[in-house]
């Protein structure tokens, strides 16, 4: 399956903004998915990613850690925009939890 993931919110307005700049995660590069709670859920979602979603990843987060450890951000230019940043492991994550909640059902009809 190809999935595209979704490009910026769905209502982009000046709270919203303030709010996405205030998280300070954008400084560092990284995008919403990559602060996700890696539950069960999540992990089987990472582990469906294509390669090269993954590895965009794996790059943006290794990057934040170093910036992190040397106390530095990003240029601002090169800050993760607020309507620039998309949810890539959205279609995926949808996808394991309805896996989960057939899954349920399935085993409660039993």
Not at 24 to 33: A, E, T, V
Not at 67 to 88: A, G, N, R, V
């Amino acid at each position: 399956m190809s999935y595209v993931g979704r490009r910026g919110p769905l209502v982009a307005s000046a709270i919203g903004r303030w709010a996405y700049n205030l998280s300070g995660f954008n400084q560092y590069g990284l995008h919403r998915d990559d602060l996700l709670y890696e539950d069960a859920n999540v992990k089987e979602a990472i582990r469906r990613l294509p390669q090269h979603l993954y590895d965009e990843r794996t790059f943006r987060i290794i990057r934040a850690l170093d910036l992190s450890m040397t106390k530095t951000i990003l240029p601002k230019d090169q800050w993760t925009k607020y309507e620039e940043d998309y949810k890539y492991l959205e279609p995926y994550l949808k996808e394991v939890e309805k896996e989960q909640e057939e899954k349920m059902k399935w085993n409660t009809t039993k």
